[in-house]
């Protein structure tokens, strides 16, 4: 994690784990990291001393990498372009000390142990699960959790494409749980501070990329809506950011920076943020794979840029809703626990009515009562009071 002074003193070591924290009551999934030997390199992240001389007008930042560790295997075969491209890699994460990075195409189990001896990734990394795309985050700074399971995700699209949602000239196409890891990111350093976060890998076989997308931004804003947190989805998109700029509406908003030639010059700029309107971005540019990285030719390993940028830390405000909380239509008699119900009476139809014979339209009396949620404390006030009325017709 940075501020804008990009302070990198050393601080305690600082490792949390999201087992060991308490979980909220969104359901989760087994996010254990599937590296079995993190070797001997130290758990201490430069960044990890939290801004303690830090004014109001040095804003906390995170580090935030795109990385599509995929490319040709160009060369000689004694050339090794596997051990080329984990070189590579483990320069970008040296040079730029990222704290979130959203990979597409990993292909490693691991980013520990015996598959990296001559190229370690620091200890304070950790890998989530995942297909296409994954996220490694430094575990010194972030608690990232995988709070919503993936058959919710599922059940989300099905429930799209049933309502007409997508697109459509190929509404059914959309299925693209494979091709997307999203978990809650919580910065330590900021309070009230959370966003859900997506890597994700769009499909570069398919002729309808635009609808692909245009689907993409229609279960987003479901997303952003249902759970009521800030959003943040990055990653090797396979469609030209030419072509969806026009698609990117509130509450989101494209980022977009100037791309390096080699990208421009060959399938355009794939690789871009979308965040919603809470999230702010700056400093986007593209990895100089040549001067950053000590690897032969790593443009020949690596056929995407790493784009690098920083987005802003900001605790949300007190009217914000709890982001932990889940608009979830399954209540049980739980979530009622805390309501209070007095003075019960039935109405008095005939006096109160000026209808005639207003017994003969109604079968039930109406029901009147007062609904109170109980107060924290014997002494405070209730927070409101409403009066229901249960009307039935015959």
Same mark, same amino acid.
């Given at each position: 994690m940075s501020s804008s002074t990009e302070s990198k003193s050393k601080g305690e070591e600082k490792k949390v784990n999201s087992e060991n924290n308490p979980k909220d009551d969104m359901p989760k999934e087994d996010t254990t990291v599937e590296s079995n030997s993190k070797g001997d390199n130290p758990k201490?992240?430069?960044?990890?001393?939290?801004?303690?001389?830090?004014? +109001?007008? +040095? #804003?906390?930042?995170?580090?935030?990498?795109?990385?599509?560790?995929?490319?040709?295997n160009q060369g000689k075969e004694d050339e090794n372009p596997t051990a080329r491209r984990k070189q590579t890699i483990q320069n970008v994460f040296n040079k730029y000390n990222p704290d979130l990075v959203l990979f597409q195409e990993f292909k490693w189990k691991q980013i520990h142990g015996n598959k990296w001896p001559s190229d370690? @990734?620091?200890?304070?990394?950790?890998?989530?699960?995942?297909?296409?795309?994954? &996220?490694?985050?430094?575990?010194?700074?972030?608690?990232? +959790?995988?709070? @919503?399971?993936?058959?919710?995700?599922?059940?989300?699209?099905?429930? /799209?494409?049933?309502?007409? !949602?997508?697109? #459509?000239?190929?509404?059914?196409?959309?299925?693209?749980?494979?091709?997307?890891?999203?978990?809650? *990111?919580?910065?330590?350093?900021?309070?009230?501070m959370k966003f859900l976060c997506i890597s994700w890998h769009g499909e570069h076989k398919i002729k309808e990329k635009l609808d692909e997308f245009k689907n /993409?931004?229609?279960?987003?804003?479901? &997303?952003?809506? !249902?759970y009521k #947190?800030?959003?943040?989805?990055?990653?090797?998109?396979?469609?030209? @950011? %030419?072509? @969806?700029?026009?698609?990117? !509406?509130?509450?989101? !908003?494209?980022? %977009?920076?100037?791309?390096?030639?080699r990208r421009t010059d060959t399938d355009g700029v794939i690789d871009y943020f979308i965040a919603s309107k809470e999230l702010q971005l700056s400093d986007i540019k593209p990895v100089d794979l040549k001067k950053d990285s000590t690897a032969d030719n790593p443009e020949e390993v690596l056929d995407h840029d790493p784009i690098i940028?920083?987005?802003?830390?900001?605790?949300?405000?007190?009217?914000?809703?709890?982001?932990?909380? *889940?608009?979830?239509?399954?209540?049980?008699? #739980?979530?009622?626990e805390k309501l209070n119900l007095s003075d019960m009476t039935s109405v008095d139809v005939k006096e109160d009515s000026k209808a005639e014979r207003s017994e003969e339209d109604l079968y039930h009396d109406p029901i009147k009562a007062i609904l109170k949620p109980a107060p924290p404390s014997d002494t405070a006030p209730p927070l409101h009071e409403v009066t229901v009325q249960l009307l039935m017709k015959r």
């Amino acid at each position: 994690m940075s501020s804008s002074t990009e302070s990198k003193s050393k601080g305690e070591e600082k490792k949390v784990n999201s087992e060991n924290n308490p979980k909220d009551d969104m359901p989760k999934e087994d996010t254990t990291v599937e590296s079995n030997s993190k070797g001997d390199n130290p758990k201490t992240s430069p960044t990890s001393e939290k801004f303690k001389n830090q004014t +109001e007008e +040095e #804003k906390p930042f995170l580090k935030v990498l795109i990385m599509n560790a995929s490319g040709p295997n160009q060369g000689k075969e004694d050339e090794n372009p596997t051990a080329r491209r984990k070189q590579t890699i483990q320069n970008v994460f040296n040079k730029y000390n990222p704290d979130l990075v959203l990979f597409q195409e990993f292909k490693w189990k691991q980013i520990h142990g015996n598959k990296w001896p001559s190229d370690p @990734i620091p200890t304070y990394y950790s890998l989530t699960n995942g297909n296409d795309a994954r &996220i490694v985050y430094n575990d010194t700074e972030l608690i990232v +959790e995988d709070l @919503i399971p993936i058959t919710e995700l599922q059940r989300i699209i099905d429930e /799209l494409k049933t309502k007409g !949602k997508f697109s #459509k000239t190929n509404p059914q196409h959309f299925a693209s749980i494979s091709r997307m890891t999203l978990r809650m *990111v919580k910065p330590m350093s900021v309070p009230n501070m959370k966003f859900l976060c997506i890597s994700w890998h769009g499909e570069h076989k398919i002729k309808e990329k635009l609808d692909e997308f245009k689907n /993409l931004i229609t279960f987003l804003t479901e &997303i952003y809506v !249902k759970y009521k #947190k800030p959003l943040l989805i990055a990653g090797d998109f396979n469609v030209g @950011i %030419e072509l @969806i700029c026009q698609e990117v !509406k509130e509450p989101f !908003k494209l980022w %977009e920076y100037e791309a390096s030639e080699r990208r421009t010059d060959t399938d355009g700029v794939i690789d871009y943020f979308i965040a919603s309107k809470e999230l702010q971005l700056s400093d986007i540019k593209p990895v100089d794979l040549k001067k950053d990285s000590t690897a032969d030719n790593p443009e020949e390993v690596l056929d995407h840029d790493p784009i690098i940028a920083m987005l802003e830390l900001a605790p949300l405000s007190d009217t914000d809703p709890p982001l932990d909380e *889940v608009t979830d239509t399954n209540r049980t008699t #739980k979530d009622f626990e805390k309501l209070n119900l007095s003075d019960m009476t039935s109405v008095d139809v005939k006096e109160d009515s000026k209808a005639e014979r207003s017994e003969e339209d109604l079968y039930h009396d109406p029901i009147k009562a007062i609904l109170k949620p109980a107060p924290p404390s014997d002494t405070a006030p209730p927070l409101h009071e409403v009066t229901v009325q249960l009307l039935m017709k015959r």
